[in-house]
């Protein structure tokens, strides 16, 4: 192998010529490296300093009220809240579920009914409520979506206009059911939680070139930490409620 230099020490032995080489590429190596880790240390141009990293913003209401109706907004989240605690309350029960299904409300033809308007409710035995349709039958169809949809674990049989609902008893797997519809009414209060926030969101952003961009974006950030308020609480029920379905402290 040629090595540059050889020409002048033609006695320079081959186990000297090798460490020569040995050491070259070992100072390569570390110039490689030292180059990797300045590169690396640079912050990437993906890098995020969203302000979501510092946690959720303090809500001050009176900012807020420049923009948007704050009572409105407020009453709108609250309204979802105590719904979620009603749902919880009128469907999700370990004792009897005729009580609950005379409440249940019933959609047909853009109008809300609860089904002890529109069918007669009795009972056949301790486990088998009877809903009788005979003088409503065109909301059958409509009465047993409701029925599936509500969140109480029920097995509705039609039979004509008659539809049979077995109560189901109270096992592990019934309790654990009622805790798993729990977790999905929350869910459906999230987002309409959600859908509250972007639409005072887009109130503020019609408002946008009439005021400064950083009040602007201090209201959106504001409306969505409140909304959050509400979700929290909210997952805070779902937490007790499904604790009772369960049986735990």
Known sequence: MYIPGMEFCPKMSCWTARTVLLVTFVVLLIHQGSQHSVASASPTPFEDYSEEKKGPVPVNESEIGELVNVSRLKEDLQKGLDQLKTDYMKHLSLRSASGSIENLQVDFEGET???????????????????????????MKDVLKALNDSGMGLNPQQDGTTIFIPVPKVTKEYRESLAKNAKTLFQKFKDHSRDIQNKY??????????V???????????????????VSEGEKVMITKQNELLGKD
């Open 212 to 230: 400064s961009s950083d009040l602007a974006h201090s209201v959106q950030q504001q409306i969505h930490s409140m909304a959050e308020l509400y």
């Open 113 to 139: 009914y609860t089904l002890q308007e529109i069918a007669q409710i009795g009972r056949k035995g301790p486990q088998l409520i009877v809903v009788n349709l005979s003088s409503f039958p065109t909301v």
């Open 201 to 210: 969101i887009r109130e503020v952003k019609k408002k946008e070139k009439e």
